[in-house]
């Protein structure tokens, strides 16, 4: 079963921080390389933020470099993603995504993980206010 589902989104005030969380099925927990958190607003291109694979090894995009924070619960199956120092450029939907796998073409996260996203959420909206 695929299940992916974020939680925690909300309003926060600019270089204030906030943490979501992306709860997952056991399908897409074994049988991901990596997972990871791509954002995006209306008429814009998805931004692949932050991406953690099997060894925990991760990768963030510059514009999140430093005050973002990807992690994961491998007992809990949650990947979270802890956000500080937010600005108004971070406010977007986030989403969870897992990899396709083998198969899948593309890379994801920047080479980090070497199939494409094939899976991911709903979202959470982010909204960073003045």
């Known amino acids: 079963q695929v299940r992916l589902v974020e939680s925690g989104g909300g309003s926060v005030e600019a270089g204030g921080a906030l943490r979501i969380s992306c709860a997952t099925s056991e399908f897409i927990w074994e049988k991901s390389y990596c997972m990871g958190w791509f954002r995006q607003v209306p008429e814009k291109e998805r931004e692949e933020v932050a991406g953690?694979?099997?060894?925990?090894?991760?990768l963030y995009a510059d514009s999140v470099k430093g005050r973002f924070t990807i992690s994961k619960d491998n007992a809990k199956r949650i990947l979270y993603l802890q956000m500080n120092s937010l600005t108004f450029d971070d406010t977007a939907m986030y989403y969870c995504?897992?990899?396709?796998?083998?198969?899948?073409?593309?890379?994801?996260?920047?080479?980090?993980?070497?199939?494409?996203?094939?899976?991911r959420g709903q979202g959470t909206q982010v909204a960073v206010i003045s």
């Open positions: 995504a897992a990899d396709g796998g083998p198969g899948y073409e593309g890379t994801s996260f920047y080479g980090l993980c070497p199939w494409d996203l094939k899976h």
């Open positions: 953690i694979d099997m060894d925990k090894k991760t």
